[in-house]
């Protein structure tokens, strides 16, 4: 099983305890859940991707701490009712994707995935993929999508590139998109903003922006007092989302940042935010 970021700074900083009960409002792999029931505590798990799901109730098979349920984080607080799993003791979002999603799920998460179709959906039954954004999407649309969701620098030359090229070839794959992308600049793209397109493709089809906001609110919601919210995100848009939220409810005071102690490639970018409620 994959170990997560930060996983003994997110059970240490969540206060897990025999006989109380969290939500993983991002399932994943099932590092985190692992971990917490293993701690004598009752887990709720959520994912939006019902792969996910499917595979953590096999391995997860006879376990009576764990209800697993297929839904978006941002609808946290329906779930939790309709799971009577509320008041929780603390909530967990880690809004990394799993290893398996980037590298096996055929979704075209990931650049490097060369013949993937560009879908994106980490819920497959949600109308809209990466590739039908990619091909209606104006200039200015594209444009709001990179800049909105990656801060990418080149967001209006790459926006005005795909709608050049669609005109020659439908955008459907995960090379198209990459040839594309370097056929956008004199110069060969670098792999941070090949990370940076994909990331804000992605947040887009899934409107991850809007479910953190909602989610947040959500957990706010059903944890109990004193309770505890932690977030982990990898890139600068979720935190600034996330320490906004923080601001405008008054838990600055009650929030410390922790970040990973080995500097990898993939978790370097990572942070967790530890609330207090």
Not at 11 to 32: C, M, S, W
Not at 44 to 52: H, K, N, P, S, T
Not at 109 to 133: G, H, I, Q, W
Not at 255 to 262: A, D, G, T
Request: charged share 30%.
């Amino acid at each position: 099983m994959h170990t997560p970021v930060l996983l003994h700074e997110v059970v240490t900083g969540l206060d897990v305890r025999k006989g109380r009960r969290y939500i993983d409002a991002t399932a994943g792999e099932g590092g985190h859940i692992r971990a917490i029931v293993e701690a004598g505590a009752e887990v709720l798990g959520i994912d939006r991707d019902q792969a996910q799901i499917d595979r953590l109730k096999k391995e997860f098979a006879g376990e009576s701490r764990l209800i697993l349920a297929g839904g978006s984080f941002g609808d946290i607080a329906a779930l939790a009712a309709q799971y009577d799993f509320k008041p929780a003791d603390g909530v967990l979002f880690d809004l990394g994707l799993s290893m398996k999603q980037l590298t096996t799920s055929g979704r075209g998460f990931s650049y490097k995935e060369l013949a993937d179709p560009l879908d994106m959906r980490l819920d497959t039954n949600e109308v809209e993929t990466a590739a039908d954004l990619i091909n209606r999407g104006s200039v200015q649309e594209l444009y709001y999508v990179f800049a909105r969701n990656a801060e990418e620098p080149a967001s209006y030359q790459i926006a005005e590139a795909v709608v050049r090229q669609r005109t020659v070839k439908k955008i459907a794959t995960v090379s198209d998109l990459t040839d594309c992308l370097n056929k956008s600049s004199a110069t060969p793209i670098s792999n941070d903003t090949l990370a940076r397109v994909f990331q804000a493709l992605r947040m887009a089809v899934n409107r991850e922006i809007e479910a953190l906001q909602k989610g947040l609110d959500g957990a706010l919601s059903i944890v109990r007092t004193p309770g505890k919210i932690a977030v982990i995100t990898f890139h600068s848009v979720e935190d600034r989302i996330v320490k906004r939220w923080i601001e405008q409810h008054g838990l600055k005071k009650n929030s410390r940042l922790v970040f990973p102690k080995k500097d990898k490639r993939f978790t370097r970018s990572a942070k967790l935010r530890l609330i207090n409620v």
